[in-house]
């Protein structure tokens, strides 16, 4: 399928694209070769393959919903700008 520049001038003021008129021939050129790559989709032989309704019908990989303390005390308190023992050490907020 092959645009003309007004066909693509009226599809940019649809899309509410502000397009300078010397690009107009180029967007043509470029938008043909799209709509040529799906038309060549047309042509793909997809007998006897199953319709796709979606990319999300795959079931995720499940983690065990177990509570535990993490068990990495030392990489938990590495960033701590202060510790006190195994624990956090902030400054006093009430008196």
């Known amino acids: ?16 694209i502000k397009t300078p008129e010397e690009e107009l021939d180029h967007l043509a050129k470029e938008l043909s070769n799209i709509l040529g790559w799906v038309e060549q989709l047309g042509e793909v032989d997809t007998e006897g393959v199953d319709p796709m309704t979606g990319a999300a019908g795959a079931a995720l990989p499940r983690r065990l919903d177990v509570v535990n303390d993490g068990g990495d005390r030392e990489s938990v308190l590495a960033n701590a700008p202060e510790r006190d023992g195994g624990f956090f050490a902030v400054p006093k907020v009430i008196e």
Do not use: G, Q
């Open 1 to 16: 399928m092959s645009l003309d520049k007004e066909t693509v001038k009226n599809i940019a003021f649809l899309a509410r």
